[in-house]
């Protein structure tokens, strides 16, 4: 054990790059980092139990503010004890403040500077919500991990756009930071600043003052990527960013699940991730493979009787051949869709995995390089 709650320390560093290990404490459970985190938006990763989920290896699950707010409701959720006891989970868990959410909704969402306003997806009520509200809602909730409610700016969007989104996400975590009280989870902030690097340091630099005022966040995560820019601008930015932000704490980059991408932010100092992407493109026909992305339901794999990943050894590849999980796609049976979701959430997880061990071992960049010199690496 790391000793008290949400203590973080790096265990080792790569002689090259700047990927590190590191070992996270929480009430719900250790997390060795790095590490990925499959989302249960709806306090449920899609297709999938708490059960296999935990054979899997998962160390942390995602669930959403924004989602939960609206149904059930946080205090349902309460009242049943908190998210785990609701959802069945005994391992850690993190909720997002479902500000990128609220600001993908752009027709119906109003910001200020004291909050947000919005309509329901469901039933199109309005609602509102401050930093303050947002984090009663997420204490409610009670993960282990929570994170600030933000500004997420979109791409492209103009400077002074972003810029704004910066000065208020700061003054929101300060406010967040005031109105969070809850010793067992622990609260991160967020980066903004979209492209710009000045303006991403200008966001680091209000969140370190902000805790000199207000105290310590446990962690940051970096936002307003993955939003739709080329992923070679973002890898660049995370270069500039990540030895601006504190060495003892996690950094997570949000929403990025690319594995190609993955490794090369690992190599920039990237602790966690987490991406609706193995999931939702699993339930399309859609299996990650050390060969690349592979649409299950071209017609080459009828009567492939091979393992849908020759290098992969889930319960998937070792007991199913290419020709039945085709089958199933195509029927659209929902053993298709459950069985390359398990797949595909354990070719990150493995990764992942992987790449803390060669860490581990200082051998991380030859990882690497071993994976960029592979045919899945430019299929990602």
């Given amino acids: 054990m790391t000793g008290k709650p949400f203590a973080y320390r790096v265990v080792a560093k ?28 709806r306090a449920s990763v899609k297709a999938l139990t708490q059960s296999q989920l935990n054979q899997l290896g998962t160390q942390v699950v995602l669930a959403n503010a924004y989602h939960l707010y609206l149904r059930p409701g946080a205090p349902v959720i309460a009242d049943a004890g908190g998210l785990h006891h609701f959802m069945g989970r005994q391992g850690p868990i993190l909720t997002d403040s479902g500000g990128f959410q609220v600001f993908s909704l752009k027709k119906t969402v109003r910001s200020d500077d004291e909050g947000i306003s919005f309509k329901s997806i469901l039933d199109g009520s309005a609602h509102r919500w401050t930093p303050e509200d947002n984090m009663h809602i997420q204490e409610r909730l009670g993960a282990d991990i929570i994170m600030q409610l933000d500004v997420c700016s979109p791409y492209p969007a103009k400077r002074d756009e972003v ?64 939003v739709g820019e080329p992923h070679r601008i973002m890898l660049k930015g995370l270069a500039v960013l990540l030895p601006k932000l504190p060495q003892d704490r996690p950094r ?16 920039h100092g990237v602790d966690m991730f987490d991406s609706v992407l193995p999931t939702r493109t699993a339930r399309m026909g859609t299996a990650f493979s050390h060969a690349g992305r592979l649409n299950m339901r071209n017609s080459c794999f009828a009567t492939d009787y091979g393992p849908l990943d020759a290098q992969c050894n889930c319960e998937v590849c070792t007991s199913y051949s290419r020709a039945y999980l085709r089958h199933l796609i195509v029927s ?49």
């Avoid at 009430?27 to 938006?41: C, Y």
């Avoid at 903004?192 to 000199?212: H, K, M, P, Y």
């Avoid at 797949?343 to 991380?364: I, K, Q, S, Y």
């Fill in 163 to 226: 810029a704004v989104a910066v000065e208020r996400s700061a003054a929101w975590a300060g406010r967040c930071r005031q109105a969070h009280t809850t010793q067992d989870q622990a609260l991160f902030a967020i980066v903004q600043g979209g492209v710009f690097d000045d303006l991403r340091s200008r966001s680091v630099a209000a969140l370190l003052e902000i805790e000199e005022r207000f105290g310590r966040f446990e962690g940051f995560g970096i936002g307003g990527y993955s």
């Fill in 332 to 380: 659209k049976e929902i053993a298709g869709a459950v069985l390359l979701s398990i797949h595909n959430l354990h070719f990150l997880l493995d990764l992942t995995r992987r790449a803390r061990a060669a860490v581990l071992r200082g051998g991380f960049a030859a990882f690497l390089s071993q994976w960029l010199d592979s045919p899945a690496a430019h299929d990602y």
């Fill in 14 to 41: 790569d002689r090259v790059s700047s990927a590190r290990a590191g070992v996270l404490d929480t009430p719900h459970g250790l997390v060795e980092t790095p590490t990925f985190m499959p989302v249960g938006t």
């Fill in 252 to 267: 997570y980059l949000m929403g990025v699940g690319n594995p190609t991408s993955i490794l090369l932010a690992i190599g």
